[in-house]
């Protein structure tokens, strides 16, 4: 706020402006004369205050070890024939495990993986690995298809039938980071999965959505869409880890 002598000196500052140089009819100078020196009338805000910005959470995984599986491979496309997809089940898994793994691995995670390339580990080779590494969470990826109803979309996180604990919080801080990230979730099931039974660590598994769906094919066949998908996953594995 201007003084009111501060006021007056820059009124007499114009004026004098005026009389050395620009001409008198000049009205611009009108248009600069300083505001009244009284406090203006408290006015209601038209916006509301911006809000304080959200507790930062924890983005330092140093000590969490993580097994990214990659569903497929190899001999395996996984979901293809009959879907609406140009790639493979197998390619498209791996490339979103892959962008997880490195996303983990750059926020101090160690993080392990069945499979980095277009191999097929077995079944078994992907459980037991898990309990060999010890690690804190197994995260299984794959694409889904239901050929019978083309209208199923969305994302779905399994964790096996009869398992609470772990898996269920990791399963939920996932699908609350992708929905975050703008992208469709059906929820999480309990389900009979050979890599989610046959060990004893916490584990989940993603189903990034329909190669039978129009939609869900087009976008999980488009690299920045995956990478998009793959960083909201890493992002809700943080989250779990954030709290456990
Ligand atoms: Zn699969």
């Known amino acids: 706020m201007m003084g009111a002598s501060t006021a007056k000196l ?17 009205k611009r100078i009108v248009r600069t004369l300083p505001p009244p020196a009284y406090p203006p009338l408290r006015q209601t805000p038209q916006t509301p205050p ?9 983005t330092n995984l140093s000590g969490k070890r993580v097994m990214i599986d990659p569903g497929h491979g190899g001999k395996d496309p996984g979901a293809w024939k009959g879907t609406r997809s140009r790639l493979p089940e197998k ?3 791996l490339d979103i495990g892959n962008n997880v793994g490195r996303i983990l691995q750059s926020r101090g995670a160690k993080v392990y993986a069945t499979r980095t390339t277009d191999v097929y580990p077995s079944l078994d080779a992907r459980a037991k690995a898990a309990d060999r590494y ?8 794959h694409a889904d298809s239901a050929p019978k109803n083309p209208a199923a979309s969305g ?11 772990k898996s269920l919080e990791a ?3 996932i699908l609350a980071a992708v929905k975050k990230a ?19 660590r916490p584990a989940v598994l993603i189903e990034c959505g329909f190669l039978t769906n129009h939609g869900d094919a087009t976008k999980l066949n488009d690299s920045a869409y995956r990478a998009r998908l793959a960083a909201a996953i890493a992002d809700g594995i943080t989250d779990y880890f954030s709290q456990h």
């Not at 994302?155 to 604990?165: L, S």
């Open 134 to 141: 010890k690690v804190d969470l197994f995260v299984s990826i």
């Open 50 to 58: 911006p809000s304080p910005p959200p507790k930062p959470v924890s």
């Open 171 to 173: 399963a939920r801080c």
């Open 182 to 200: 703008g992208i469709e979730v059906r929820g999480w099931q309990s389900t009979n999965l050979h890599v989610l039974r046959e060990h004893s």
């Open 91 to 93: 390619a498209i898994v």
């Open 155 to 165: 994302v779905e996180v399994h964790i096996q039938k009869n398992t609470r604990g």
């Open 10 to 26: 820059l009124l007499a500052a114009l004026v004098l402006g005026c009389v050395t140089g620009c001409p008198p009819s000049d």
